[in-house]
């Protein structure tokens, strides 16, 4: 009997002859040889039931972003959500926020907990599996819905304006490999010290004399972050603002925010806010009416390991950490549906976040933006199965929450159950449709997972759950952290 132990070459041989033995396996062969594998397995039937067209949706959801080649989605995405406010507040149809002041100060969070978590594992060997996660995943871009909360509650916002891109956000890598190599030399010293005897409170010292260096850098490539800036800026008939910061400007009537043909014939001068010399928590309390404490992080990761009804906190991972834990309630999907539902039905939108490689078909030109389960057939085009339930694939490290983006809109059926939702994503307007996704509700089901809502729109059993549970801790890289993206996101 031969040994199985091995491919053996006949056995090879054999396949050889099966495979092109059989026309599926050539034309199969034929069309991703020459066009790769997406475009040969999309479903041309199943791709064109879908619409952009959603029975709940949000008129006003401002110019798409772009985070370009960076790994901010969940910053953007939560500054779309935040934004959102602003727009209403100051009548509006489009408002973004500085996401390189967002980035400036995530980085310098980031590089200080980093240099604390070092401290704490000062006394572990350098193989130890918590020490070479934090090495190797130590200056990301990567983050959560609570990492933005608790930047704009002790850093504030500022208009995109006054801190705009830069070659160094838009594409992250250099200057994230030049944040690493100085956060694994800092963490080098710090351990010495530690073998040497220092103790945390000169081990702190040196760390605070370290953050230096990743302020100057951080600096270089960014800028400096403002500490006052002048507001200005041209607001709709409905603003809510202080009269004493309005004043009229006369020019083309057709420049103005208006909401009606009446108004645009309307030959008023248009109203301009200008507040000198603030700050940007000045900034937040004045122009931001949105409390960053005031949502619940709900998420549902099925598995006999990770039941429903708990809350988790991954450990290490809170990247500001005089603010809120990164903390996740699990609980079944359809809470996630009726949150989001609720929150859109009241003209709020809300984060999510998705495996969103799965099943996408990116690229595509003729049916961008969608994505659903029946619209990619590669079992079909592979002649495989490749079908896994949901709680293997976090088992199995086969799906993981990647990608934060905006949920915008959503179609319900007769019941009120969502069928697809209306995405806004973060890759600039031209990507996807017009910078918007459709995704289909059973997608949602399989490859999404995580929604962040205000209290006011999660159940009452819910809400105690969110604020009486417990969280346990869990490690980064368990079936829990990984389904949550853990340092990789």
């Given amino acids: 009997m031969a040994d199985s132990t091995f491919v053996a070459p006949n056995w090879a041989a054999g396949q050889r002859d099966n495979f092109v033995g059989s026309r599926a396996n050539r034309i199969a062969r034929n069309s991703v040889t020459s066009d790769n594998v997406m475009k040969a397995a999309r479903n041309v039937s199943t791709l064109r039931t879908y619409h952009d067209t959603f029975s709940v949706s949000r008129p006003k959801t401002g110019e798409v972003t772009n985070q370009r080649h960076s790994g901010r989605c969940w910053m953007f995405s939560s500054f779309n959500v935040a934004r959102a406010a602003t727009m209403k507040l100051l009548d509006v149809d489009s408002f973004e926020f500085s996401q390189s002041f967002g980035m ?258 990116r690229g ?21 199965q490749l079908d896994m339930e949901r709680a293997d694939m976090y088992d199995l490290r086969e799906s993981s929450l990647t990608h934060a983006m905006t949920f915008q809109g959503v179609e319900l059926d007769d019941d009120g159950k969502p069928v697809a939702w209306r995405v806004e994503n973060s890759w600039g307007k031209d990507a996807c449709k017009d910078g918007y996704l459709v995704i289909s509700s059973d997608w949602f089901h399989l490859y999404g997972g995580e929604v962040c809502v205000r209290r006011e729109f999660v159940p009452a059993d819910v809400l105690r759950m969110w604020d009486e549970l417990p969280a346990e801790d869990v490690e980064p890289w368990s079936a829990m952290g990984h389904a949550l993206g853990a340092m990789r996101r």
Wanted: with cysteine; hydrophobic share 35%.
């Fill in 104 to 361: 400036f100060y995530d980085k310098l969070e980031k590089a200080n907990s980093f240099l604390e978590k070092m401290i704490a594992l000062a006394d572990r060997p350098f193989d130890d599996r918590a020490v070479t996660e934090e090495l190797e995943y130590c200056m990301g871009d990567g983050g959560y819905y609570p990492y933005a909360m608790n930047l704009i509650r002790k850093w504030g916002l500022v208009p995109k304006d006054v801190m705009p891109e830069t070659a160094c956000s838009k594409d992250s890598t250099q200057m994230d490999t030049q944040l690493e190599r100085l956060a694994r030399r800092d963490a080098g010293i710090l351990r010495r010290m530690h073998a040497d005897g220092a103790t945390d409170d000169q081990l702190r010292a040196e760390k605070q004399h370290m953050l230096e260096g990743f302020y100057r850098i951080l600096a270089v490539c960014l800028g400096e972050p403002p500490a006052t800036f002048d507001f200005e800026i041209a607001v709709g008939k409905d603003a809510k603002v202080p009269a004493d910061k309005l004043f009229d400007q006369g020019g083309d009537p057709k420049d103005d925010q208006k909401d009606s043909d009446e108004d645009k014939k309307d030959d008023k001068p248009r109203r301009i806010l200008r507040d000198r010399n603030i700050t940007p928590r000045q900034f937040c309390e004045r122009y931001v009416p949105f409390d960053p404490d005031d949502y619940v992080e709900l998420v549902s990761i099925p598995g006999k390991t990770r039941p429903f009804g708990h809350a988790y906190h991954l450990l290490r991972q809170d990247s500001v950490l005089d603010g809120n834990p990164l903390r996740f309630l699990n609980v079944e999907p359809h809470v996630l549906d009726d949150a989001a539902v609720a929150s859109l039905k009241a003209g709020v939108p809300c984060e999510m976040s998705c495996d969103v490689m799965q099943q996408f078909p």
């Fill in 364 to 384: 595509i030109e003729d049916f961008p933006g969608v994505i659903a389960l029946d619209t990619m057939d590669y079992e079909g085009l592979f002649d495989v």
